[in-house]
């Protein structure tokens, strides 16, 4: 049967309905131009769980929950859930890591870059300049070989089941009021919509995400090296929905000044999503991508979305997060290391693959 999904007006479909539901939440209570942010929403996770002290991002977001569970639901259903792994366990976690830490240094992941530019933050379009950099550079890489090793089937199943049971733990002690688990009393971490409703949100995503493929990074990684706007249609159907609701709303606010939960240090704003652009690249997809991944069974996917919540927790407690006053302490060394470890990590497993190649 084919994947209605998987064709150009379904990408566009499921990219319009991302965007509607993004802007929806946000309606309901989530914080501005961020109805849905997957590496925002881990960081404030992280916080909940007590990995980082910053006051003000710390709520167990329903919306991961949904989404992992959503792509986990439709991945048994249509026969797609495989339990798997591959290698370079080690290089995946610190992909995620450095990967947050350019996130927190911009103010989001991919998905929240498109949502605050379909907000009117012009912010955004720095970003995502950066972030095709990032794609860009880490498109050479793959252009000359690299590739971190083919997923091969787990020996043991129930590795594939771990992410799920996760988030269903997670949400119930977000429902039951957990008592160790911290939630903010102000900020972006107190604002949120409705549990069940986000719940709900986050499974009709992950469920529509899973059978599309629906992947930012990837989007822009196909036209650059294949010439092919499949994915990207999906893409902007997803900014172009955002936009036209927020105008709808009210919502919508142009200008570089005084946006909700960003600032306008344009140089690190660029730098930032360089980073994660790269990382993601070098990884094999976005952060939302990555989520997915982890719900059908991918634990190599598994490793890197780990690589995020340490990195969100790494980058509040050493003072590299962004915050609307502008970079973080220690943001710019972060950056830079991140940087300089990705690039390390392309050069050498060409060499490495060109070594064998040799041979």
């Not at 990219?15 to 509607?20: K, L, T, Y």
């Not at 989530?30 to 006051?55: S, V």
Request: charged share 10%; with cysteine; aromatic share 12%.
């Amino acid at each position: 049967m084919k994947n209605f999904f998987s064709t150009k007006i379904g990408i566009i479909l499921v990219g319009a309905v991302i965007g509607v539901v993004a802007i929806v939440l946000q309606k309901l209570g989530n914080p501005p131009n961020m109805g849905l942010c997957i590496a925002c929403f881990e960081r404030d996770i992280a916080g909940a769980l007590g990995f980082h002290r910053a006051g003000v991002v710390q709520y167990i977001r329903p919306e991961i929950t949904g989404i992992l569970l959503g792509s986990f639901l439709i991945s048994l259903f249509f026969k797609e859930f495989k339990p798997r792994s591959g290698s370079s366990s080690i290089i995946r976690f610190f992909l995620g890591f450095f990967a947050m830490i350019g996130a927190l240094v911009f103010l989001g992941c991919p998905w929240r870059a498109f949502l605050r530019l379909a907000g009117g933050d012009l912010n955004a379009l720095i970003g995502i300049l950066g972030l095709i950099l990032g794609i860009f550079i880490g498109t050479v890489f793959i252009r000359n070989g690299y590739n971190l090793g083919r997923s091969r089937p787990s020996q043991n199943k129930v590795a594939g089941w771990i992410m799920p049971v996760v988030m269903i733990a997670l949400f119930l002690m977000l429902i039951f009021q957990f008592k160790p688990i911290i939630f903010s009393e102000k900020g972006p971490g107190a604002m949120y919509a409705p549990i069940f409703i986000s719940l709900i949100a986050g499974l009709i995503i992950g469920g529509l995400a899973q059978r599309s493929r629906f992947c930012t990074m990837g989007s822009i990684r196909d036209i650059i090296i294949v010439k092919d706007f499949h994915l990207f249609s999906g893409v902007a159907s997803f900014a172009i929905s955002a936009f036209i609701l927020n105008l709808i709303f009210g919502q919508f606010k142009a200008g570089f000044v005084s946006q909700s939960v960003a600032h306008d240090v344009h140089l690190w704003n660029f730098l930032g999503m360089v980073l994660s652009g790269l990382a993601f690249a070098l990884a094999g997809g976005c952060p939302g991508r990555q989520l997915i991944l982890s719900g059908e069974g991918d634990t190599d996917s598994v490793i890197f979305v780990f690589g995020m919540f340490t990195g969100a927790a790494f980058s509040h407690n050493f003072s590299m997060a962004s915050s609307p006053k502008g970079i973080g302490t220690f943001g710019t060394y972060g950056t830079i290391t991140g940087i300089i470890f990705c690039l390390i990590i392309g050069f050498t497993i060409i060499q490495k693959r060109k070594v064998r190649s040799l041979k």
